[in-house]
């Protein structure tokens, strides 16, 4: 079972975006037979196996086993991932955004995209990804933003030049600086 299983293509998130098939596939966190899960749903094994099968038709679950019950060969299936990301490509751009301003909502839209494209698609079987993550909390009163942005852009400035060169495993280094909102404290 992979980490994460991004998705890219819209018949794909068609598959996955029913409610019914959403609990099904929690259900498959772990490898179980359709009338397993149907036992647990309080549903049939015919409707959850409908499910399941327009699942595994969009690659998102997958048969890891089959046995005999009673002459008949019941699948045992389970989620291809623990979690499933969508890309926001599926939607697609309404409109234009404004020129790519560093400044703008749209450049930060644009590059969060381009992280999550990016993190999907690390090979997650290597045995050691090298990698880091990095969040905190800072308060800029109003009147020092243009000071902070330029203390910032010094620091990055210093660490592009002082490890930017052609040796090494390159790294993408992505900084996102936003409003903090009232209901994420």
Not at 50 to 69: P, T
Not at 124 to 141: K, N, Y
Not at 157 to 185: I, M, N, W
Request: charged content about 30%; hydrophobic content about 40%; proline content about 5%.
């Amino acid at each position: 079972m992979r980490d994460v299983l991004y998705l890219e293509q819209i018949e794909q998130a068609e598959v996955l975006l029913k409610p019914q098939r959403v609990e099904v596939l929690r259900q498959l966190a772990e490898p179980r037979t359709c009338t397993e899960v149907a036992a647990r749903l309080d549903q049939t094994p015919q409707r959850v196996y409908y499910h399941v099968k327009q699942l595994v038709a969009a690659g998102l679950v997958e048969l890891v086993n089959e046995r005999k019950v009673r002459g008949i060969t019941e699948g045992i299936y389970q989620a291809a991932a623990r979690s499933y990301w969508l890309s926001p490509r599926l939607v697609g751009r309404i409109g234009l955004r404004r020129a790519r301003d560093e400044l703008s909502l749209g450049y930060l839209l644009d590059l969060m995209e381009e992280v999550q494209a990016d993190v999907a698609a690390l090979d997650r079987t290597a045995p050691e990804l090298p990698s880091v993550g990095v969040s905190g909390e800072i308060r800029v009163p109003a009147e020092l933003r243009p000071q902070f942005l330029h203390d910032l852009q010094t620091a990055l400035q210093d660490l592009f030049t002082r490890y930017g060169g052609s040796e090494g495993d390159a790294f993408k280094l992505a900084v996102a600086c936003y409003p903090k909102g009232k209901d994420h404290e």
